[in-house]
T-cell receptor, first 116, second 116 residues
Framework: AQKVTQAQTEISVVEKEDVTLDCVYE???????LFWYKQPPSGELVFLIR??????QNEISGRYSWNFQKSTSSFNFTITASQVVDSAVYFC?????????????FGRGTSLIVHP | NAGVTQTPKFQVLKTGQSMTLQCAQD?????MSWYRQDPGMGLRLIHY???????DQGEVPNGYNVSRSTTEDFPLRLLSAAPSQTSVYFC???????????????FGDGTRLSIL
């Protein structure tokens, strides 16, 4: 069985603060994929990033960065200098690789509120 | 770019009524799926399809039917609506099975369904 835990239900910050959203996963597979999605107040779900289990390099995209650590089974997401437009619910998700289930597992989401 | 189109966006039903939520994608994606999103529960997979003529159950299939007669369309049918099916429903697609190729999913804008 696989599991994704986003322990932070809601985070509230003031604009320009840095914020890290935690994602801890469980899987028995050696090949798997991790994702982050953003759901702004308008409701649509937007893909942000994918990582496969063999690529532990951290990634930076503008103010967004992701830290993947297999040793701690974590795939954390950091927003630097947060902005009001970053206010959204963020979901971490896991899918198994070759031979695994077709069913992706989503965390319960972290609601990020950025105050001006 | 239409992407994934869901209709209707909002619907109110009475208990016992049936209805079909429509989902269409114009990206020639093999994989399509239906999720429901409930407060604090994240996204839960209802049914999915890996290609025309092939469907399978997800985590919460009871009370729902699907069919996939074409690559483009993947309707979700509620057979006899119950208040427990009040939720936001998302349709998603991806070029290949997420688990096999690690492809991110493209989501529709959602259908907000209320069962009275």
């Amino acid at each position: 069985a696989q599991k994704v835990t986003q322990a932070q239900t809601e985070i509230s910050v003031v604009e320009k603060e840095d914020v890290t959203l935690d994602c801890v996963y469980e899987t028995r597979d050696t090949t798997y994929y991790l994702f982050w999605y953003k759901q702004p107040p308008s409701g649509e779900l937007v893909f942000l990033i994918r990582r496969n289990s063999f690529d532990e390099q951290n990634e930076i995209s503008g103010r967004y960065s992701w830290n993947f650590q297999k040793s701690t089974s974590s795939f954390n997401f950091t927003i630097t200098a947060s902005q009001v437009v970053d206010s959204a619910v963020y979901f971490c998700a896991l899918t198994q690789g070759q031979g695994g289930s077709y069913i992706p597992t989503f965390g319960r989401g972290t609601s990020l509120i950025v105050h001006p | 770019n239409a992407g994934v189109t869901q209709t209707p966006k909002f619907q109110v039903l009475k208990t016992g009524q049936s209805m079909t939520l429509q989902c269409a994608q114009d990206m020639n994606h093999e994989y399509m799926s239906w999720y429901r999103q409930d407060p604090g529960m994240g996204l839960r997979l209802i049914h999915y399809s890996v290609g025309a003529g092939i469907t399978d159950q997800g985590e919460v299939p009871n009370g729902y039917n699907v069919s996939r007669s074409t690559t483009e369309d993947f309707p979700l049918r509620l057979l006899s609506a119950a208040p427990s099916q009040t939720s936001v429903y998302f349709c998603a697609s991806s070029p290949g099975v997420p688990a096999r190729r690690g492809q991110p999913q493209h989501f529709g804008d959602g259908t907000r369904l209320s069962i009275l």
